[in-house]
């Protein structure tokens, strides 16, 4: 059933915003970051980033990390206009539209909202093939010189939905874990293989960590570096995001921290997803 009527979204997002923190707020998180300076809530954040997770686990970001000067890149689908409502309420910014099919508009907002914020982006969505990461992402990273922080999200056995991309409903007082990268840097200037390449390294990582956050939260233990995840508005994005920060690590040196291959695309095979 297609939800157009403004007053219907409206009534749909109030409830599903309520729905959302209450549930959510019945969790217990636990994050493992590689660099704890990358989290926006953290004093010591400086310059914007581009967080990626995959689509299925957007509840727990949309729940721990509201009101810390991140703005959601959404589809212009009639599907993502309850979404947009929602992350509204629950403290992000949106842009509408995509970084290739049609995104001029959408490109030129982003670059405005990173110049003083933080950008997110499901790279699988809003239709997949999941956990496939569009070249998006990296494109944006490469042409607005912003580092991209991989976020692998994971719960203790959820339930999932009959959907493309198996979204992920953790049960009432379950664990939720994060397993979180390093500022990644992107070069500038890409070509169609250097773009393809870490497309493709990108998705190797992102996909590595949510494998290790969903086997922490089916295990429970714990973790020397482990820190306790909490909702909380973040006091120092708002002035530090537009602040100089360290320019990040490159993607072949955040592969090999986690034991993973460099990636060595093949020329003449690069086809960036939209």
Not at 7 to 36: E, K, N
Not at 80 to 98: C, K, T
Not at 188 to 193: A, G, I, N, Q
């Amino acid at each position: 059933m297609k939800i157009k009527s403004p007053f219907a979204i409206g009534c749909w997002s109030l409830v599903a915003s309520a729905t959302i923190r209450h549930w959510m707020g019945t969790l217990d998180y636990q994050i493992d970051y590689a660099d704890p300076e990358v989290d926006p809530v953290h004093r010591a954040y400086r310059s914007a980033k581009i967080y990626v997770f995959w689509h299925e686990n957007i509840l727990m970001p949309l729940h721990l990390r509201g009101h810390a000067n991140i703005s959601m890149l959404l589809s212009r689908h009639w599907d993502a206009n309850i979404l947009d409502r929602v992350a509204r309420m629950m403290g992000f910014g949106v842009v509408r539209g995509s970084t290739f099919k049609g995104g001029s508009v959408a490109l030129r907002e982003l670059a405005e909202r990173a110049a003083v914020g933080n950008l997110t982006i499901t790279p699988d969505g809003p239709r997949g093939p999941r956990r496939r990461l569009a070249a998006g992402c990296v494109f944006l990273a490469s042409t607005l010189g912003i580092p991209i922080v991989a976020m692998g999200l994971g719960y203790d056995r959820p339930w999932r939905a009959g959907t493309w991309d198996r979204f992920a409903i953790p049960r009432p007082w379950s664990r939720a874990r994060g397993v979180i990268s390093r500022a990644i840097a992107i070069p500038p200037e890409l070509d169609r293989d250097g773009l393809e390449r870490h497309r493709l390294g990108v998705e190797r990582l992102l996909s590595h960590l949510s494998d290790d956050a969903e086997a922490w939260a089916m295990c429970g233990a714990r973790r020397p570096t482990q820190r306790p995840g909490r909702r909380e508005p973040s006091r120092v994005a708002a002035r530090a995001a537009a602040l100089p920060g360290p320019a990040g690590v490159s993607l072949d040196q955040e592969l090999d921290r986690c034991g993973l291959e460099p990636v060595v695309a093949a020329r003449g095979d690069a086809r960036p997803a939209a």
